[in-house]
């Protein structure tokens, strides 16, 4: 059954995708020396650091994205998509963002500083953010890049518990289009009673008529000892994800 908060989501993604179908439609849609982008996707489950967003996959996730991005490297935008956890007030996160991208001199390596916060609708005890940062390096086809994301409060809204994700990001692109993605990282919790994780995934993903297609399998290293998440593990079982996408 959908939800009004699903509903919601559904209509927050339409109006995302009608407002950057106008943006890329007209002549000039500049803002503030930046340009206006948008992105919807559809994917057969959402899983975010090896963890099902949506109860084990029970449902597939609908999401969309408005950015707005500046040639200096500023941007700025929200990322909107419909969850399910165990708590029913769980339906729907709403992640504002702001951030710098670039490249140490003339270096080769990139960089990307954001602010992303985690905001859940009728959920607001499990607020959270993030400060993510890359380090990046190209070698001709090959990409790499490290990530280290630490909360700036209490993650997921849990009294005394600190988080920092650790994770690298291989990627290669193929001269017939086809781009081979993935990443290897660990989930580390600090707190009273908290315990972290490894996850990894690896995926092949293609364009075809101005729609991206992705395959993709997850894995972490979560199981029913974990402390955690003991009595909910499945929502880290190994899992084949397919998405399809459309960029303006």
């Known amino acids: 059954m959908i939800t009004m908060k699903t509903r919601t989501t559904l209509l927050l993604s ?7 179908i106008n943006a ?6 500049q803002l503030l020396g930046g340009t206006i982008n948008g992105k919807l996707n559809f994917t057969s489950d959402y899983v975010f650091r090896g963890e ?11 999401q969309g994205t408005l950015s707005w991005n500046h040639n200096e490297g ?3 935008g929200v990322f909107s998509s419909n969850i399910k956890f165990a708590d029913p007030n769980l339906e729907i996160v709403t992640a504002p963002f702001v951030g710098k991208a670039g490249e140490f001199g003339n270096s080769g390596f990139t960089y990307d500083v954001m602010l992303f916060s985690y905001l859940y609708p009728g ?6 953010t993030e400060l993510w940062l890359k380090v990046g390096k ?5 990409n790499l890049q490290l990530e280290v994301t630490p909360t700036l409060d209490d993650w997921f809204g849990v009294d005394g518990w600190q988080g920092v994700n650790y994770a690298l990001h291989p990627s290669y692109h193929f001269t017939n289009g086809v781009k081979m993605s993935g990443s290897v ?8 009673g908290a315990e972290g994780w490894g996850h990894w995934n690896l995926g092949l993903s293609k364009e075809f008529y101005g729609l991206s297609f992705d395959v993709r399998y997850h894995g972490s290293t979560v199981n029913n ?3 955690v998440y003991g009595t909910q593990t499945e929502i880290f079982d190994d899992r084949f994800v397919v998405s399809i996408s459309k960029s303006f």
Do not use: C, M, R
């Open 74 to 76: 500023w941007y700025a």
């Open 14 to 20: 339409g109006a995302l995708l009608t407002f950057a």
């Open 24 to 29: 890329q439609a007209a002549d000039d849609n």
């Open 138 to 142: 190209q070698f001709g086809s090959a």
């Open 225 to 227: 000892d974990h402390k």
């Open 185 to 192: 990282g660990y989930q580390d919790l600090s707190g009273e």
């Open 123 to 128: 959920a607001s005890y499990s607020n959270y």
């Open 52 to 62: 099902s967003e949506t109860l084990d996959g029970d449902i597939p996730a609908v």
